[in-house]
């Protein structure tokens, strides 16, 4: 029988059925392979590249060749959800975490000719990180930036923003890349510097009972029109912006430590959400380089608790336990619903990791909900046919907050757990809503 090898992963998948797609046999063998649209050849998350057997593949669909010419690539690398296999094929996923679908609007950005866009810039920046390089051997310093940009890039990728670089202790969010409207694009920035801030206390507890230190940072956000483009040596270029709009994002960042702030905007991101339920106080300072007073824009917090922002927050800890939280939600689901355990193999732990890997993907695509329609509205038809029923969702949703709730222990307060609830109902809703006329 034809077989589909996934290099990398020691994992391999037979092909029943030559009508499938390699998404498909993905799903039908419980591989963790994102498909942010469905499977409809609406977005690129499903890509794979070809390593073995390019033979046996089909020929391109009229849609994947318009997106294959769009991006510019070669023959080996192909849509999961419009690719058939006529005999044994070794592939490599290429999206498997945010960081990778976070690329795929640098990618996208990087086929656009060069222009003027408006965007919205962030930096982060750690405070007295010199001092801490030279107390501190080199691997612990190393450890430890890894660690940090993890938990401040989480933030950015969460919220659809683009990880643009990294210097030194610095890391550089944009927003807007994916041609978002400036209102999304500005409410998306503020709420990944008020995650990351949210991510460092929760480092600094870790940080603190390993090296008996914590850090400190400085948020500086701006919106005002870059150039970006391809730019570098003809055999080695690469998407760039640039512009003063850079340059004052990290002016601003900087007033911080003569503000003694933490996340400092301009005046012209804030004025794209005049309504954004924030805690803030404005102040003026001189940027250096810059004639006169600058006014900015110190945000504090929300007025009332944000759930997008809670579910961010916590979705980390429930990965992060992964194979407890998977188990006890499935031990509840079935003492709830036993009816429920028979629509499942007996490999759960396959079944746990595909929930959690379609967890972690739900939450970053909540920012871009075009997209996550369509995948939910997928998934609802997948699980349509499968016979699950009205109360069987009903008895997931109770389930799920139980299992969050022995993992997140004291953080689980009625904020996350009303948060938590909304998300599921959000899916629920989404996944069971009948198909337009």
């Given at each position: 029988?034809?077989?589909?090898?996934?290099?990398?992963?020691?994992?391999?998948?037979?092909?029943?059925?030559?009508a499938?797609?390699?998404?498909?046999?993905?799903?039908?063998?419980?591989?963790?392979?994102?498909?942010?649209?469905?499977?409809h050849?609406?977005?690129?998350?499903c890509?794979?590249?070809?390593?073995?057997?390019?033979?046996?593949?089909?020929?391109?669909?009229?849609r994947?060749?318009?997106?294959?010419?769009?991006?510019?690539?070669?023959?080996?690398?192909?849509?999961?959800?419009?690719?058939?296999?006529?005999?044994?094929?070794?592939?490599?996923?290429?999206?498997?975490?945010?960081?990778?679908?976070?690329?795929?609007?640098?990618?996208?950005?990087?086929?656009?000719?060069?222009?003027?866009?408006t965007?919205?810039v962030?930096?982060?920046?750690?405070?007295?990180?010199?001092?801490?390089?030279?107390?501190?051997?080199?691997?612990?310093?190393?450890?430890?930036?890894?660690?940090?940009?993890?938990?401040?890039?989480?933030?950015?990728?969460?919220?659809?923003?683009?990880?643009?670089?990294?210097?030194?202790?610095?890391?550089?969010?944009?927003?807007?890349?994916?041609?978002?409207?400036?209102q999304?694009?500005?409410?998306?920035?503020?709420?990944?510097?008020?995650?990351?801030?949210?991510?460092?206390?929760?480092?600094?507890?870790?940080?603190?009972?390993?090296?008996?230190?914590?850090?400190?940072?400085?948020i500086?956000?701006?919106?005002?029109p870059?150039?970006?483009?391809m730019?570098?040596?003809?055999?080695?270029?690469?998407?760039?912006?640039?512009?003063?709009?850079?340059?004052?994002?990290?002016?601003?960042?900087?007033?911080?430590?003569?503000?003694?702030?933490?996340f400092?905007?301009?005046?012209?991101?804030?004025?794209?959400?005049?309504?954004?339920?924030?805690?803030?106080?404005?102040?003026?300072?001189?940027?250096?380089?810059?004639?006169?007073?600058?006014?900015?824009v110190?945000?504090?917090?929300?007025?009332?608790?944000?759930?997008?922002?809670?579910?961010?927050?916590?979705?980390?800890?429930?990965?992060?336990?992964?194979?407890?939280?998977?188990?006890?939600?499935?031990?509840?689901?079935?003492?709830?619903?036993?009816?429920?355990?028979?629509?499942?193999?007996?490999?759960?732990?396959?079944?746990?990791?595909?929930?959690?890997?379609?967890?972690?993907?739900?939450v970053?695509?909540?920012?871009r909900?075009?997209?996550?329609?369509?995948?939910?509205?997928?998934?609802?038809?997948?699980?349509?046919?499968?016979?699950?029923?009205?109360?069987?969702?009903?008895?997931?949703?109770?389930?799920f907050l139980?299992?969050?709730?022995?993992?997140?222990?004291?953080?689980?307060?009625?904020?996350?757990?009303?948060?938590?609830?909304?998300?599921?109902?959000?899916?629920?809703?989404?996944?069971?809503?009948?198909?337009?006329?």
């Amino acid at each position: 029988m034809t077989k589909i090898v996934y290099t990398g992963e020691d994992k391999a998948a037979a092909v029943a059925d030559p009508a499938m797609t390699i998404l498909d046999v993905s799903i039908a063998h419980k591989i963790p392979h994102v498909r942010a649209c469905g499977g409809h050849g609406r977005c690129t998350t499903c890509r794979v590249r070809i390593r073995e057997g390019i033979h046996n593949v089909s020929a391109r669909t009229p849609r994947e060749v318009e997106v294959a010419s769009a991006l510019r690539w070669d023959g080996f690398t192909r849509l999961a959800c419009q690719t058939r296999v006529s005999g044994d094929v070794t592939l490599e996923r290429l999206v498997k975490s945010p960081a990778d679908m976070s690329s795929l609007q640098l990618e996208e950005a990087s086929v656009a000719p060069s222009q003027e866009r408006t965007l919205a810039v962030l930096f982060c920046d750690i405070r007295n990180f010199t001092a801490f390089v030279d107390t501190h051997l080199a691997y612990d310093v190393v450890h430890i930036l890894n660690r940090f940009f993890k938990a401040v890039g989480d933030a950015i990728l969460f919220n659809n923003g683009v990880i643009y670089q990294y210097v030194g202790d610095q890391i550089v969010g944009l927003f807007g890349v994916g041609g978002d409207p400036p209102q999304k694009s500005c409410l998306d920035t503020i709420r990944a510097g008020l995650g990351m801030l949210s991510a460092l206390d929760d480092l600094n507890a870790q940080l603190s009972d390993e090296f008996a230190t914590a850090l400190q940072i400085g948020i500086g956000a701006h919106f005002g029109p870059l150039v970006a483009g391809m730019i570098g040596h003809p055999d080695h270029r690469q998407f760039a912006v640039v512009g003063d709009a850079m340059n004052i994002a990290s002016r601003i960042e900087d007033a911080n430590k003569t503000l003694g702030t933490r996340f400092l905007m301009s005046e012209a991101l804030f004025d794209q959400v005049p309504q954004a339920p924030l805690q803030v106080r404005r102040t003026q300072v001189v940027l250096k380089g810059k004639l006169g007073a600058f006014q900015l824009v110190e945000a504090i917090g929300y007025c009332e608790p944000d759930s997008a922002l809670l579910v961010q927050s916590t979705v980390g800890l429930l990965l992060q336990h992964q194979k407890r939280f998977t188990q006890d939600l499935y031990r509840r689901l079935f003492d709830l619903a036993p009816s429920v355990k028979g629509l499942f193999r007996d490999d759960m732990e396959s079944q746990g990791q595909m929930l959690a890997h379609m967890i972690q993907f739900l939450v970053q695509a909540m920012s871009r909900p075009e997209l996550i329609t369509l995948g939910l509205r997928d998934l609802g038809r997948r699980h349509d046919a499968y016979g699950v029923a009205a109360d069987h969702y009903l008895a997931f949703r109770q389930a799920f907050l139980e299992a969050a709730r022995g993992i997140l222990d004291e953080r689980f307060t009625p904020p996350v757990e009303r948060a938590w609830a909304g998300t599921i109902d959000m899916i629920i809703e989404v996944m069971r809503r009948p198909p337009s006329p």
